[in-house]
T-cell receptor
């Protein structure tokens, strides 16, 4: 089946620094990648949709200048959390699209201290 | 846009009993309804899904039913076991699976299922 590889699985960073999360589709071409955020004991909330070769679309309330998304190739989408703050601490997870079903990455646990 | 409501938020059953989780959705264009099981700190795992052209689907102890008219779908787990304990999420999507594009999933708030031995 389709596989999405997500790295890192966990990261701890200092306030004010930036963190990049990568999602790679290993055996399919992902024209679309969905980025979700999940706070403890809550559901998955869609943050943005990245589209290969074009700008990402962001959900209401998600700052596009803070959460930078790049989808430069059909196999790689990245989410960069810029100037991270403790309230950005969360579980970030991507899901590949492109007609191959919703294949989730393994998630990234971000802790900002 | 789509809105998915899920009930109950917590469910405790005795081992061997059945568990039922219900979801409603608002967008009549939604045509794909997956259910996920998520264990603490891990990615959601697809356990069963159903498309709008089907009313019921079963896979061993797990079944899903869909009522398009009422816009609700349910997960049924029979003969529950302690290892079924987890958080379960329903989701809905307008899965535009033609030409390679695809709508995103809208998740319910989740149900924490506890199966007591």
């Amino acid at each position: 089946g389709a596989v999405v590889s997500q790295h890192p699985s966990w990261v701890i960073c200092k306030s004010g620094t930036s963190v990049k999360i990568e999602c790679r589709s290993l055996d399919f071409q992902a024209t679309t990648m969905f980025w979700y955020r999940q706070f403890p004991k809550q559901s998955l909330m869609l943050m943005a949709t990245s589209n290969e070769g074009s700008k990402a679309t962001y959900e209401q309330g998600v700052e596009k200048d803070k959460f930078l998304i790049n989808h430069a190739s059909l196999t790689l989408s990245t989410l960069t959390v810029t100037s991270a703050h403790p309230e950005d601490s969360s579980f970030y997870i991507c899901s590949g699209g492109g007609g191959f079903g919703y294949t989730f990455g393994s998630g990234t646990r971000l802790t900002v201290v | 846009g789509e809105n998915v409501e899920q009930h109950p938020s917590t469910l405790s059953v005795q081992e061997g009993d059945s568990a039922v989780i219900k979801c409603t959705y608002s967008d009549s264009a939604s045509n794909y309804f997956p259910w996920y099981k998520q264990e603490l700190g891990k990615r959601p795992q697809l356990i069963i899904d159903i498309r709008s052209n089907v009313g019921e689907k079963k896979d061993q102890r797990i079944a899903v039913t869909l009522n398009k008219t009422a816009k609700h779908f349910s997960l049924h787990i029979t003969e529950t076991q302690p290892e079924d304990s987890a958080v379960y999420f329903c989701a809905a999507s307008n899965d535009m699976n033609y030409g390679g594009s695809q709508g995103n999933l809208i998740f319910g708030k989740g149900t924490k299922l506890s199966v007591k031995p």
